[in-house]
């Protein structure tokens, strides 16, 4: 009937509570209470008082003496104590019945919070789910107001189409004045070609001019000299005649 104990923080020694019973004491002594009836532990119990008048009874009738009347006053006492101890099991099984159903309500009581349990993690995640979906579609919304923004800070479509015609009539005469200039080009090319061929034509004419020139400069020198010489020779042999 004692005995729980415990050390004291930084002392190290152990200090005992005193309890009047125990956990498994209770338990046998509220379970022979409800057999004996005895709602305290003073008193002889309903259980013995009633077994004593029993065993009275029994007593007085086996005994050979007339003693009927002794007999008739130990049972109507035994039939008395029967009565006075039958009304508080009649007490103890409507709590026991009541006990019963109210085990039974708590456990469909159990039955339907576990259910609301289950029902509520569903929700849970069932609003979870829709909390990332919602999520998604802030986002989306978030994402095309920004493009809607963006979008408005653009110039009209009207001028748009314009600066796009513009700039493709721009492109065309580009084009044009590409493939003009890309014409020209080729003419000057061919110009050009034509130039220097005739240009190394003159240049062959000059050389062939210039060599002709000086043949005929070293020829008419070489008559000059043979013309000379035949002279000087003339001249010699008119001397010797003489």
Same mark, same amino acid.
């Given at each position: 009937?004692?005995?729980?104990?415990?050390?004291?923080?930084?002392?190290?020694?152990?200090m005992s509570a005193h309890y009047a019973f125990g956990p498994q004491e209770d338990d046998v002594i509220i379970k022979h209470?409800?057999?004996?009836?005895?709602?305290?532990?003073?008193?002889?119990?309903?259980?013995?008082?009633?077994?004593?008048?029993?065993?009275?009874?029994?007593? @007085?009738i086996e005994k050979d003496a007339d003693n009927i009347s002794d007999c008739e006053r130990l049972c109507k006492a035994f039939l008395q104590e029967i009565s006075t101890f039958e009304l508080p099991l009649m007490k103890s099984k409507a709590v026991v019945d009541a006990n019963i159903r109210e085990k039974d309500s708590f456990n469909e009581l159990q039955v339907e919070i576990e259910q609301q349990i289950l029902q509520a993690q569903t929700d849970i995640e069932d609003l979870k789910k829709q909390l990332v979906q919602s999520k998604i579609e802030?986002?989306?919304?978030? @994402?095309?107001?920004?493009?809607?923004?963006?979008?408005?800070?653009q110039p009209p479509r009207s001028e748009t189409e314009k600066l796009i015609a513009d700039l493709e009539k721009e492109i065309a005469d580009l084009e044009a004045e590409n493939v003009a200039c890309v014409r020209t080009l080729e003419l000057r090319k061919k110009q050009f070609a034509l130039l220097l061929h005739v240009v190394e034509e003159l240049?062959?004419?000059? /050389?062939?001019?210039?060599?002709?020139?000086?043949?005929?400069?070293?020829?008419?020198? /070489?008559?000059?000299?043979?013309?000379?010489? /035949?002279?000087?020779?003339?001249?010699?042999?008119?001397?010797?005649?003489?």
């Open positions: 009937m004692l005995a729980k104990g415990r050390k004291l923080a930084g002392r190290g020694e152990e209470r409800l057999l004996t009836r005895t709602t305290t532990t003073r008193g002889e119990p309903p259980l013995k008082k009633l077994q004593k008048k029993f065993m009275s009874f029994a007593t @007085e802030r986002q989306h919304k978030e @994402e095309c107001e920004a493009i809607r923004r963006l979008i408005s800070l240049q062959i004419s000059i /050389e062939d001019e210039q060599k002709s020139i000086a043949d005929e400069l070293r020829a008419i020198t /070489e008559e000059h000299k043979m013309s000379i010489e /035949e002279g000087s020779g003339g001249a010699s042999d008119a001397m010797a005649v003489d």
